[in-house]
């Protein structure tokens, strides 16, 4: 792929380049400007257009089935600590090792921090504006760890990388992309990130592109409307069990609190009696045992399910972004397409560019059409996986505790105190359960 | 009142047998308990309304006490059982002339007065059906532990509570109970001091303390430690109503997160049968929280005795000794009076006469008070009595923490299951 770059909806980015308090990027940015030349008609953005391109990615959309033979692998991992004059940040070890007959190595390793995973993400928005592209973890968690180095921070971060890249990895047309494989393999990415349309051109084609969503659109076809309407439900779906989910979490933390205390109170007890001293610790040994399974229930279901839902509810967003992206190329097609039927003069090479729109358009929706129903397979699978996964984890803690509190039992009904000869067991000692 | 739907004694007996576990074939041997000769429940609550004492309106609950010769049962007859209707306030009455009659037993408690260690769904009111009918299950215990008791199931007023109806209270007031009742209170609460404490009672004393605290401090940490349990188990119930809207948009998905959302519906509903059965075994702890105070108020008493005692016995003493100082004129310790004779001269030997005829009297009757005041039967009957509760104590408190690793094990059963089905079902989407 050269390294022209298809105009598309940066309304999205604009806000994330605001908010990023990474001052690197926009300083960047700013200087892309004056080096290179800015595309700043609509027709010449049209000459830019490559239909190759787009019929290279409807073939290769409708092979995805065939791309299950993993050969490319990727980790992030290795989190450390890099410090400037300027400011202080987190580089991640990128290792790829790949049969891929594109890369010239089958091994690389790279640093890369996490605007250099904005970048790429955006590239790969800016040349597929419809392929549902998986999201990167959050610039900060507004809950209260302002700490942005924080540990547990980082390693959340870190896996979600890990998690982006092989996404991007196992995506049929994505995954051949050329900003990914110099992502993957460039040592030096500042001199790859200068290249394409700059800052301000970026900035031409958002306003252009606010503008047709503006004009709004004629028809959208219903298929759209109705995958439109799926995405706002999944949108409130999702976001309730993730937050149901850390509801749950919640609670089971405050319940392991009140266990930590619950159990030293048998064996303080203990401590003044004699024939009750040794069944009083063992309680006290069952619950302690217990907290233990307790504990591990939880960090299993907030290192599983909480990232996994956590992952779709970002997901929504880019579903949202995708299908507005749609729409404007839609809209940008009945523009050119009203501006055809009312002009007289240009009747020729307007017909070409509204073509060329059309053209567009229908690229533009088959591949969101196959990449939703990727998309689709993909999000049952991994909520299906984490919810298994969670399930799976809290049958083995029941059966952990369980298997504590059988031990105890049977530890009682073995030992034979010396009042006890056996007369006084035909009473059935357990209430009537079940 | 309806007896259709009662159980059977021995039904009942068998179905809350955690909570009497203290009657166990060996306990029915020892003497002839009145439990040998005669089965007793407490076979259900009502409510009633009525005018109290200040002639106000007032709604209270009444306790069915159910009792039927052991003979009878044990022929298999199927004799209609003698019951009357007993209030908590009739209770209270017995079990504090108990208290009274026989200071040296460590007399079975009554259930809570009022709902305490609730942990929030649990209401405190008196008048909800959970509370009332724990509260029967606990006079029921209550009567049976009196009734089983070697010493306190041969007490006429006992029986009288028992069978007699009406007039019952009439006869306990007759026994002049309440006047020692008052003196007893009084003195269990006053502070004094010993000169020679018995180091057994003083280590007892100091046991049921400890017993008292940490079983307190159980039912405190059980409490919040089963508020937090239900918050656990009832947001789950949140996924279930979430899984099932979701389920409605979804194709392939849709009956995987259906049916999974109906297992998380009922993980949330299995929280409340579980908590229920737990009540149980804090009743268990609370009927020793509040025999610590019984065992308590035996070694009080024994200190009681002890002090009143010391006192007679240094009265005694005092007044031997003046009695020998005036008789001998030799005087040994300091007093106002001989001073005063030193000063303003000796009394008239008629005067002397009378008062060594006084204080002949006194140490006549002082001899008698020692002789009253002696520990030694007061301590015997103690000491056997504490040691029968020990043993009583070591046996229930065990079973009802069988009992405890029993309710948990279900729960976790519950638990396995539950998630196992979710898991199947998270298979299907």
């Given at each position: 792929m050269s390294g022209q770059t298809f105009p598309a909806d940066f309304s999205g980015h604009m806000l994330d380049l605001d908010e990023d308090d990474d001052l690197e990027v926009f300083s960047k940015n700013t200087s892309l400007a004056d080096s290179s030349p800015m595309p700043n008609s609509p027709s010449s953005m049209v000459n830019q257009y490559r239909p190759e391109e787009e019929e290279e990615e409807e073939e290769q959309l409708q092979q995805?089935?065939?791309?299950?033979?993993?050969?490319i692998f990727i980790t992030v991992d290795n989190p450390e600590s890099h410090v400037t004059a300027i400011e202080t940040f987190i580089m991640y070890r990128v290792e790829t090792k790949t049969t891929r007959g594109?890369?010239?190595?089958s091994e690389y390793e790279v640093l890369r921090r996490y605007q250099d995973f904005v970048w790429l993400r955006s590239k790969l928005e800016e040349t597929h504006p419809t392929l549902i592209v998986h999201p990167l973890p959050e610039?900060?968690?507004?809950?209260?760890?302002?700490?942005?180095?924080n540990n547990d921070f980082i390693e959340t971060r870190r896996k979600a990388l890990h998690r982006f890249l092989n996404k991007i990895s196992e995506h049929p047309i994505l995954s051949y992309s050329q900003h990914f494989k110099v992502f993957l393999?460039?040592?030096?990415?500042l001199s790859h990130k200068?290249?394409?349309?700059?800052f301000l051109s970026r900035m031409g084609e958002t306003v252009r592109a606010v503008a047709n969503s503006v004009r709004g659109l004629r028809s959208r076809p219903e298929e759209f409307s109705l995958m439109q309407e799926y995405v706002e439900d999944f949108s409130n779906k999702i976001y309730s069990v993730d937050k149901v989910t850390q509801r749950i979490i919640k609670e089971q933390r405050e319940y392991l609190d009140e266990l930590k205390q619950y159990s030293p109170t048998y064996a303080q007890w203990a401590e003044s009696e004699e024939e009750l001293a040794e069944p009083l610790n063992g309680v006290a040994s069952c619950v302690e045992r217990c907290s233990k399974e307790s504990d591990e229930q939880i960090h299993h279901m907030s290192e599983v399910l909480v990232p996994a839902l956590h992952e779709y509810v970002l997901c929504t967003e880019t579903l949202k972004a995708v299908m507005r992206r749609r729409d404007n190329i839609q809209a940008e097609f009945e523009a050119k397409n009203v501006a055809l039927a009312s002009r007289r003069a240009d009747q020729e090479s307007l017909q070409d560019e509204v073509d060329g729109l059309a053209d567009r358009v229908e690229l533009a929706n088959n591949a969101l059409r196959g990449d939703w129903s990727r998309w689709q397979n993909g999000m049952r699978s991994d909520l299906k996986s984490a919810f298994l996964s969670t399930a799976e984890k809290n049958v083995d803690y029941y059966e952990q505790c369980l298997a504590v509190w059988e031990s105890f039992l049977l530890s009682q009904r073995v030992e034979p105190g010396e009042?006890?000869?056996?007369?006084?067991?035909?009473?059935?000692?357990h209430p009537i359960i079940d | 009142s309806q007896s259709a739907n009662v159980m059977s004694p021995r039904e009942l007996s068998l179905r809350f047998l955690p909570m009497l576990c203290g009657v166990t074939a060996q306990m029915l041997e020892e003497?002839?308990?009145?439990l040998r000769r005669m089965e007793i429940c407490v076979a259900e609550a009502e409510k009633r309304n009525g005018k109290n004492t200040v002639n106000m309106q007032e709604t209270f609950t009444v306790y069915l006490v159910e009792t039927r010769p052991m003979d009878a049962v044990a022929e298999g007859r199927n004799q209609a059982p003698d019951s009357l209707w007993r209030r908590y306030s009739e209770f209270e009455l017995l079990r504090n002339y108990l208290l009274v009659t026989y200071p040296y037993i460590v007399v079975p408690p009554l259930p809570e007065k009022r709902a305490e260690?609730?942990?929030?769904?649990?209401?405190?009111?008196?008048?909800?059906p959970d509370f009332v009918e724990r509260r029967r299950v606990g006079l029921e215990n209550f009567l049976l532990r009196v009734a089983s008791?070697?010493?306190?199931?041969?007490?006429k007023i006992l029986h009288h509570f028992l069978?007699?109806?009406?007039g019952w209270k009439e006869v306990v007031y007759e026994t002049g109970f309440q006047a020692k009742a008052d003196s007893r209170l009084r003195a269990l609460s006053a502070t004094f001091r010993v000169r020679n404490p018995d180091k057994r009672f003083m280590e007892m004393k100091h046991y049921s303390d400890e017993l008292q605290s940490h079983t307190s401090q159980l039912l405190r940490a059980r409490a919040r430690v089963a508020d937090r349990l239900y918050g656990v188990y009832k947001v789950h119930g949140n996924y279930g109503r979430v899984f099932s809207e979701w389920s409605a948009m979804e194709k392939e998905m849709g009956d995987g997160l259906q049916s999974a959302g109906h297992h998380m519906d009922a993980y949330a509903a299995s929280i409340d049968d579980i908590l229920e059965e737990e009540e149980h075994y804090a009743d268990q702890l609370k009927e020793y929280l509040f025999y610590a105070e019984a065992l308590r108020a035996v070694c009080r008493k024994h200190e009681l005795t002890q002090f009143e005692f010391e006192m007679a016995s240094q009265e005694l003493v005092s007044k031997k000794q003046q009695h020998e100082e005036l008789s001998t004129?030799?005087?040994?310790t300091f007093s106002f009076k001989g001073m005063t004779n030193k000063l303003f001269g000796q009394e008239a030997p008629e005067q002397r006469e009378a008062r060594l005829k006084l204080l002949e009297d006194l140490i006549a009757e002082g001899e008698e008070d020692v002789q009253e005041k002696t520990v030694e039967e007061h301590v015997e009957r103690a000491w056997v009595d504490m040691h029968r509760f020990k043993e009583q104590k070591d046996k229930d408190l065990r079973e009802a923490l069988i009992n405890y690793a029993v309710m948990q094990i279900s729960m976790c059963k519950k638990g396995i299951q539950m998630w196992s089905n979710a898991k199947e079902c998270f298979l299907k989407m």
């Open positions: 995805q089935q065939g791309a299950n033979d993993k050969d594109e890369y010239d190595s610039k900060f968690v507004m809950k209260g760890m302002v700490e942005r180095f393999t460039a040592q030096e990415l200068k290249q394409g349309p700059g009042q006890r000869d056996g007369e006084d067991e035909p009473l059935p000692t | 003497g002839s308990t009145l260690f609730v942990w929030h769904k649990l209401s405190a009111d008196n008048m909800d008791h070697p010493v306190l199931s041969n007490d069978i007699e109806e009406h004129g030799i005087v040994r």
